[in-house]
């Protein structure tokens, strides 16, 4: 039987291009990762808005 390993939120966002994609994942308060698949125009909006609300 494999070992299980427990899924944690612990670690840092890592964002990584895949093929023509960009990969977010996002620890999650609790345990987990949120995983977001974006393409480049999405992820430019997304750090446009971030900056926005950021400064």
Known sequence: ????KPR???GPLEV????RGIV???PLEGGGRLVVELT???ARELGN???AVVG
């Open 8 to 10: 944690t939120g612990d």
């Open 16 to 19: 990584t291009k895949e093929g």
């Open 40 to 42: 480049p125009d999405e």
């Open 24 to 26: 977010m994942r996002v």
């Open 49 to 51: 808005a971030l900056g």
């Open 1 to 4: 039987m494999a070992a299980m």
